[in-house]
């Protein structure tokens, strides 16, 4: 089961592209929600907030201007003709360096400054979060998994990053205690009760003891409106028919401090909370989560038995639903420790 992980351990390599650093840094506090296991108020399942109006219009921080060019000119993005690909990529920036303004938030920043440090990212999709960090931190080994036989044929051309294609219900092929770090984010393979009985565990076991998991989903939109909890509900069960599925945050807190392989005093659960209305920012994210309906148009309407007509219409109708009802999304990231 085990592949040859020798080149984990032994490499050292260096980047000699190595591009300007993108530290990691504390996000601002402002529309934040940052709680512990062992707190009762941070349970996910309570922690749905009755937001008023006037918090939605200046809820996120000062973005970069040039973060945000840099985005919507593709500047960031890897080569790909793979429109979800790219959709991907436009993701992982939007939330990372605009509304998290980090790529992970648990305490690793002295592991990657030491270097030497074993990354794994879990159902990698694009690549563009592993190869983002391994371009920052060129003395520490990252590596990318996937089931997607697609996604996870991107050849990498940084030396201490690569990618593997495999089966994740098959287990994870590596020896217990091998990754200082295990990633996992916006996960589609199995649904929940798979993912913790059988993914969860093998991420548990290939981390080192003192290692960090870290676990960030996206909740279901809030104040959506008719027309878009309607598309969204479909979608859902349209992609359920192909396989691919969501999983609710809500679950990440309890699975960890019940796992009694992690410290539960370490288990630790942030949230961000981003309009999808307002600013270019807002409209970026916006246009992102529907981009995911437009992909596979086609596919869609024969699932809803709709023309292209009437699913333009529909979009044009949530965007209007959108901004009418100050709909929002709620990214959450729990993380924790393994025992040592």
């Given at each position: 089961?085990?592949?040859?992980?020798?080149?984990?351990?032994?490499?050292?390599?260096?980047?000699?592209?190595?591009?300007?650093?993108?530290?990691?840094?504390?996000?601002?506090?402002?529309?934040?929600?940052?709680?512990?296991?062992?707190?009762?108020?941070?349970?996910?399942?309570?922690s749905d907030e009755i937001l008023t109006i006037n918090s939605f219009y200046d809820p996120l921080p000062p973005?970069?201007?040039?973060?945000?060019?840099?985005?919507?000119?593709?500047?960031?993005?890897?080569?790909?003709?793979?429109?979800?690909?790219?959709?991907?990529?436009?993701?992982?920036?939007?939330?990372?360096?605009?509304?998290?303004?980090?790529?992970?938030?648990?305490?690793?920043?002295?592991?990657?400054?030491?270097?030497?440090?074993?990354?794994?990212?879990?159902?990698?999709?694009?690549?563009?979060?592993?190869?983002?960090?391994?371009?920052?931190?060129?003395?520490?080994?990252?590596?990318?998994?996937?089931?997607?036989?697609?996604?996870?044929?991107?050849?990498?051309?940084?030396?201490?990053?690569?990618?593997?294609?495999?089966?994740?219900?098959?287990?994870?092929?590596?020896?217990?205690?091998?990754f200082d770090f295990v990633h996992q984010r916006f996960f589609t393979s199995v649904n929940e009760a798979d993912?913790?009985?059988?993914?969860?565990?093998?991420?548990?076991?290939?981390?080192?003891?003192?290692?960090?998991?870290?676990?960030?989903?996206?909740?279901?939109?809030?104040?959506?409106?008719?027309?878009?909890?309607?598309?969204?509900?479909?979608?859902?069960?349209?992609?359920?028919?192909?396989?691919?599925?969501?999983?609710?945050?809500?679950?990440?807190?309890?699975?960890?401090?019940?796992?009694?392989?992690?410290?539960?005093?370490?288990?630790?659960?942030?949230?961000?909370?981003?309009?999808?209305?307002?600013?270019?920012?807002?409209?970026?994210?916006?246009?992102?989560?529907?981009?995911?309906?437009?992909?596979?148009?086609?596919?869609?309407?024969?699932?809803?038995?709709?023309?292209?007509?009437?699913?333009?219409?529909?979009?044009?109708?949530?965007?209007?639903?959108?901004?009418?009802?100050?709909?929002?999304?709620?990214?959450?990231?729990?993380?924790?420790?393994?025992?040592?």
């Amino acid at each position: 089961m085990f592949r040859d992980t020798q080149w984990i351990s032994d490499s050292k390599v260096k980047n000699k592209k190595n591009k300007a650093k993108r530290r990691h840094t504390d996000p601002p506090s402002s529309d934040t929600s940052s709680t512990t296991s062992s707190d009762k108020a941070s349970q996910l399942s309570n922690s749905d907030e009755i937001l008023t109006i006037n918090s939605f219009y200046d809820p996120l921080p000062p973005s970069d201007p040039k973060v945000l060019r840099n985005i919507e000119g593709g500047e960031y993005f890897l080569p790909s003709a793979d429109k979800n690909i790219e959709r991907l990529q436009m993701q992982h920036y939007l939330f990372s360096k605009c509304v998290w303004r980090s790529n992970y938030s648990s305490p690793l920043e002295e592991n990657f400054e030491l270097g030497g440090a074993k990354v794994l990212d879990v159902q990698c999709g694009s690549g563009i979060w592993m190869s983002d960090l391994a371009t920052e931190y060129s003395n520490s080994t990252f590596v990318g998994i996937d089931d997607d036989a697609e996604r996870a044929r991107i050849e990498m051309e940084l030396p201490n990053a690569a990618f593997l294609h495999h089966n994740l219900m098959e287990g994870l092929p590596f020896p217990d205690d091998t990754f200082d770090f295990v990633h996992q984010r916006f996960f589609t393979s199995v649904n929940e009760a798979d993912w913790e009985n059988y993914i969860l565990p093998e991420i548990v076991r290939i981390l080192k003891p003192g290692g960090w998991v870290e676990l960030m989903e996206m909740q279901p939109l809030s104040n959506a409106g008719h027309t878009t909890k309607k598309i969204f509900k479909a979608y859902d069960e349209f992609n359920l028919k192909i396989g691919i599925h969501q999983l609710n945050p809500c679950v990440f807190q309890k699975a960890l401090t019940s796992n009694k392989m992690i410290d539960s005093s370490t288990v630790h659960s942030d949230h961000r909370i981003t309009p999808l209305f307002g600013g270019r920012l807002s409209q970026l994210v916006c246009q992102n989560l529907f981009k995911r309906l437009e992909l596979k148009k086609k596919e869609f309407c024969g699932f809803m038995n709709m023309n292209e007509s009437e699913f333009n219409g529909a979009i044009n109708t949530m965007y209007d639903e959108v901004n009418k009802l100050k709909t929002y999304c709620k990214t959450y990231r729990v993380y924790g420790k393994k025992s040592s």
